[in-house]
């Protein structure tokens, strides 16, 4: 009886990976990339969000392949959002604390800059705040992640089509910077916006946006399209150029949710991810040429879904239980949708994230 239920298992499989996957345009030439990046988004987390939604088809369904990517870094086997931002955007493996630079301190170009020298425009959008690790790996060279001015030069310096998030005080405060980088940033030609609807309302880059002192609120707190919207718009912007573009989105507070044993927060953040990626890939539906690949930097948490206590309020069955307030070693997920994905389904190493997509979006291999 167990052999038979083993055959039926091996020859189910195949069948419901092989629908979404056949579906995929395999080897279609890749003009868009947008690379989607949860912060601290492990299985665990996906998983806690599939059960909240009773199994109901979620992002992580829909995608076309998915695979694992291994993130430690070049230090340590557990790695920080800046050593894993800076191996998928630059395609080093580098210690802790560092950003867009090899151990040696050398700085390595990112795959933005890339695309910047290929003539496609680049645009960023983050919960957080864009001077954190994860946005900073694709635009600054420092040894320390915490060296704002050092960032904020990076940012003027490379000018991204469109970059927005939270973290103005760390641009006008004396405490952080020596002069207001505000205006420093308006001389040097971007569209300076302040909250996410006069955003919403230009389309004039490069743009900076700041929309909140520090991070933008978590999802649990405010709006919760705050990430789908931005994104859909940055999208626009940046599919005025004909050549393409390259595009890095990033959910921040699932990091933050998971340092703080939240399970609320995290389904909140869950849920506002979800409906962003549904969106990325309802525009790559519609848009030829454009690849999404959905991963995360590191685990955060060591997220775990449980059969409910007796004593637990669950509705969903199940207690979220979290073993730790840091991050974990264990590799992330990495789901692709659209042109060429699946060159993403695979185990991998983080810096492969960014071979890859330079193979297909800068060498057109
Ligand atoms: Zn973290």
Known sequence: ??????????????????????????????????LIIGDGMGVGSVASWMIENNYAPTCFDRAQFAGFSKTYSANSKVTDSAASGTAMACGVKTNNGMLGMNPDTVAVKSIAEFAREKGL???????????DATPGAF?????????????????????PDVIVGGGKKYFIQPDYVPE??????????????ETPDEFLATDKTPIL???????????????????????????DILDNNKKGFFAMIEGSHIDHANHANNAEQLIFEMEEFDRMVNAVFDYADTHKGTLVVITADHETGGVNVLSAAKDSKSTTGIDVKYSTTSHSGAPVPVFSYGASAWRFGQMMENTEIFARIKELLIDKK
Do not use: C, W
Not at 2 to 16: C, D, M, Q, S, Y
Not at 121 to 131: D, N, R
């Open 121 to 131: 425009p680049v645009g960023i959008v983050v919960s957080s705040y864009i001077l």
């Open 209 to 235: 946006g700041l929309f909140a002192d520090d991070s933008y609120p978590m999802a649990i707190e405010r709006d919760i399209d705050y990430l789908k919207d931005a994104t859909m718009h940055t999208l």
């Open 139 to 159: 635009y600054a060279h420092v040894t320390k992640r915490g060296d704002r001015k050092g960032i904020i030069d990076d940012l003027i310096k490379f000018k």
């Open 180 to 193: 207001n980088m505000v205006e420093k940033a308006k001389s040097a030609g971007f569209t300076y916006v």
């Open 1 to 34: 009886m167990k052999r038979f239920l083993l055959a039926l298992l091996v020859i189910a499989i195949p069948f419901t990976q092989s629908f979404s996957a056949e579906k995929a345009p395999k080897n279609e030439k890749v003009k868009n990339v947008i």
